[in-house]
């Protein structure tokens, strides 16, 4: 019996290639997406899952005025001693860009590797939290001074051809003074972490560096930086509420500050969080978005299932005779609808086999919304084979009875009669017909009007005034941060000296850039000694000449032996409880360390996600990142001033490439984001666009044939081809405008409601509806029209002489 049924399964879909091929189309498209966001899915969910004791394991974020990821270095040696709740303590203090030099076997000179990644200064208590497989060593020697685990892959990279065992007592050099000696060398981590690293530093080697307690603020008890990360595991049955408290209690008794005019406070962040929390984590994946990708791969594979439904019951009719003579032989309704369900699996399953052909094609075309470790090479195969095996059983359900129901609920005597208008399964597949076709197009038009919202949101956030200058500046680091800004001012003092540069700074951020740099300020009050913490940017006083900030009060920094000169934003008036910018002149802050000469009118610091912010800036002329102005209005010589620039750097910095980014660029990719949301939403509209065409085709091909005698009366008593083609589009045209009717609400709310994440936010004009609406209608009536034109045409006899 099952031999049999493939068997007419198989001769039915070869009959009718142009349905089965539109339904193999559309379903292959829709599986291969809900594959790509079940990846997605997968890979965002499996992230630190395979952490000892997980459930007890916490990072330590700051969560006072400004949420922060980072912590205070010097607090973290505090808290293994003095708070007895905790069992171990993991400092994770990363480098970015690091430059290694290591002598290769048998040479005699040193290879010299820049912008390496994955570094982190840490302790042993590193594997116990990540297991890794040991190649040789042991964890233990991270706690001892100068001392480094390699990956096998780092190993490679460092000293080719040397084997883990032969590595351990070699030595490198991070930086350009800081040796360190391998004492073991483990397997790459291998599963997913927000915490992955590939060479690791025993934390303390921090101490022995002038350099290296400047850059991570060893003994800063104000300096705040995601860079400084810790996690900690908690005694079971610790209260985590308690654990807080002790933490500020922590904090007011080594700052000595009184804790009720203490701002900042710090919190216990679950492991399992991390990975999901925007507000201490930047490349955070929220919740709601992997709710949202499951909800679009539903949406996505449930419109080639609705082709299918409808393809279907509209060839129920042909298929009349076939279900009354099978019913008169003696056939069973159960039989039939196994017959039917047959056929939707034979073409469920030649339609997975088309999704898996296409899923590298996806993933290479959509690489850069997919994250890097999710590549062809390690899909989960195990994974993908249950989920493709159990969508196929859920499509072949779920396509496949509503059909057979239809199919098999024709009486045989209607059907043999021709009679089948009075069969009430026709006429209710008709109307559902109809409503599926309506959602079809409810959805492209949902998609289709977020991604001109979002695509219209980055445009305003793009272009949107900072309070800054941000065209034509070029930034750079100077190798080894603060180690090297007297060779940094050097290059300073060589730049000037350049034509084509119209204003040079030297010091530390740009006034916005990925990431965020505050610092507590002492108000210096005797009246209310309080501690405020501001966004800080450092440098010369050069920096307003190449952002062009204005002043609204006071006067530029000047850089003095004495005495450090600030300026503040408006924005940092209320905070320090001062009425107007004239007030903040000569404000002593940080008990006379400081003081306040000028107001600086208030820039954006950040994304458009942010409104401004309070943010301090004072002169040092040490720095690590160099501000260049070129000239806005001679763009054909940016080329030769980047040349000479480049000449100068390698002259000082010879083992270090030169590398430069635009601000402009910088402030882009701050919506990388959104920049994906609308490639994901570009890819939807054009999935959905080109499943529900492919639905509205085959609909038109079986209007079309249905109605073939009816237009051959027509065409003998007068009727235009013209006349013929309105006829047949109609029906079909007003379901999409129908649809469109009912998604502009649901666009509309759902696209307000992402705009509220943005502090600044473009309008929804009228237009982003019109357009979208009359593009969808036209894509539909292109549809319809490659068939019913070819209808139209055809000659009235071919249709009216066969009976």
């Not at 044939?705 to 029906?731: D, F, H, M, P, Y």
């Not at 943005?758 to 209608?777: E, K, Q």
């Amino acid at each position: 019996m099952v031999r049999n049924f493939f068997k007419t399964a198989v001769r039915y879909t070869l009959k009718n290639k142009v349905i089965t091929g539109i339904n193999i189309l559309s379903l292959a498209i829709g599986i291969s997406a809900t594959l790509v966001i079940f990846l997605l899915i997968q890979y965002d969910l499996n992230f630190d899952k395979k952490v000892t004791d997980r459930d007890r394991v916490y990072r330590l974020v700051s969560d006072g005025d400004f949420k922060n990821s980072g912590t205070l270095v010097p607090l973290v040696r505090m808290l293994e001693t003095e708070l007895t709740a905790i069992e171990s303590v993991l400092p994770l203090y990363k480098i970015q860009n690091a430059k290694i030099k290591a002598s290769s076997p048998g040479s005699k000179e040193q290879q010299v590797l820049t912008k390496q990644q994955g570094f982190v200064f840490t302790n042993s208590q590193y594997f116990a939290f990540y297991p890794h497989t040991w190649l040789a060593g042991s964890a233990a020697a991270l706690d001892q001074q100068s001392m480094a685990v390699l990956t096998d892959k780092d190993l490679q990279r460092y000293f080719p051809n040397v084997s883990p065992a032969e590595a351990i007592g070699k030595t490198f050099v991070l930086g350009d003074s800081v040796t360190l000696e391998i004492a073991g060398v483990v397997k790459e981590m291998s599963y997913n972490s927000d915490f992955k690293f590939t060479s690791f530093v025993a934390v303390a080697t921090i101490p022995l560096s002038a350099s290296l307690k400047e850059q991570f603020n060893w003994d800063a008890w104000s300096n705040y930086s995601d860079a400084y990360q810790c996690l900690l595991k908690i005694k079971a049955g610790t209260s985590i509420e308690n654990m807080e408290k002790e933490l500020l209690g922590l904090l007011a008794k080594h700052k000595k500050i009184d804790i009720d005019g203490w701002k900042d406070k710090f919190k216990l962040q679950p492991l399992a969080d991390v990975h999901f929390n925007t507000e201490f984590n930047y490349g955070a994946i929220k919740p709601d978005t992997l709710r949202n990708l499951l909800i679009l791969a539903l949406f996505l594979l449930s419109l080639g299932i609705i082709n299918f439904v409808n393809l279907s019951t509209a060839q129920s009719i042909e298929r009349a005779k076939e279900i009354g003579i099978r019913k008169t032989l003696g056939s069973s309704k159960r039989k039939l609808v196994l017959q039917f369900l047959t056929e939707t699996c034979i073409v469920a399953f030649v339609a997975t086999l088309l999704s898996i052909i296409l899923l590298p094609i996806l993933l290479q075309t959509f690489a850069g919304f997919i994250p890097k470790g999710l590549t062809w090479q390690n899909l989960p195969t195990g994974s993908i084979a249950l989920f493709l095996f159990g969508q196929l059983i859920v499509v072949t359900l779920v396509a496949g009875f509503y059909p057979a129901w239809v199919l098999t609920g024709y009486a045989p005597v209607l059907a043999l009669k021709n009679q089948l208008f009075k069969n009430s399964n026709l006429s209710r597949s008709s109307g559902i017909r109809k409503t599926l076709t309506v959602f079809q197009f409810v959805l492209a038009q949902v998609f289709l009007i977020a991604v001109i919202a979002v695509t219209k949101q980055i445009q305003f956030a793009t272009h949107k005034d900072m309070g800054f200058r941000k065209e034509a500046i070029i930034n750079f680091y100077i190798p080894g941060s603060y180690g090297n800004s007297d060779k940094g001012k050097l290059l300073k003092n060589k730049l000037k000296a350049m034509p084509e540069i119209k204003a040079l700074s030297f010091g530390n951020q740009s006034p916005a850039f990925s990431g965020w740099m505050n610092t507590t300020i002492n108000t210096g009050s005797e009246q209310d000694n309080k501690l405020v913490t501001l966004d800080s940017r450092t440098g010369d006083e050069h920096y307003l000449e190449v952002y062009n900030i204005p002043l609204v009060a006071g006067r530029n920094i000047e850089l003095r032996d004495s005495i450090t000169e600030a300026m503040i934003n408006e924005k940092a008036l209320p905070l320090l409880h001062l009425k107007s910018p004239q007030e903040a002149l000569g404000l002593s802050l940080n008990n006379g360390e400081l003081t306040v000469v000028g107001v600086m009118k208030d820039f954006d610091v950040a994304s458009a996600h942010h409104e401004v912010r309070p943010l301090i800036y004072w002169g040092d002329n040490r720095g690590y990142v160099m501000h260049i102005a070129l000239d806005q209005q001679h763009p054909e010589n940016w080329k030769t001033a980047i040349d000479k620039i480049s000449k100068e750097y390698s002259a000082l910095f010879p083992e270090d490439a030169f590398e430069y980014q635009f601000l402009d660029e910088t402030i882009a990719g701050f919506y990388m984001k959104e920049q994906q949301l609308s490639k994901l939403l570009r890819w939807a509209v054009s999935l959905s666009i080109v499943i529900a065409g492919l639905g509205l085709f085959g609909l038109a091909i079986f209007t079309a044939n249905q109605r073939s005698k009816e237009i051959g009366i027509r065409k003998v008593l007068g009727a235009t081809a013209a006349q013929i083609v309105v006829l047949l589009l109609k029906n079909l045209i007003s379901l999409v405008a129908i649809a469109c009717l009912i998604a502009f609400p649901i666009a509309w709310y759902l696209v307000n409601k992402w705009l509220q994440d943005f502090a600044y936010r473009t309008t929804i004009n009228w237009w982003i509806f019109a357009v979208s609406a009359i593009g969808l209608l036209l894509v539909a009536t292109a549809v319809l029209l490659s068939k019913t034109v070819l209808a139209a045409r055809a000659n009235p006899v071919d249709s009216l002489r066969d009976e």
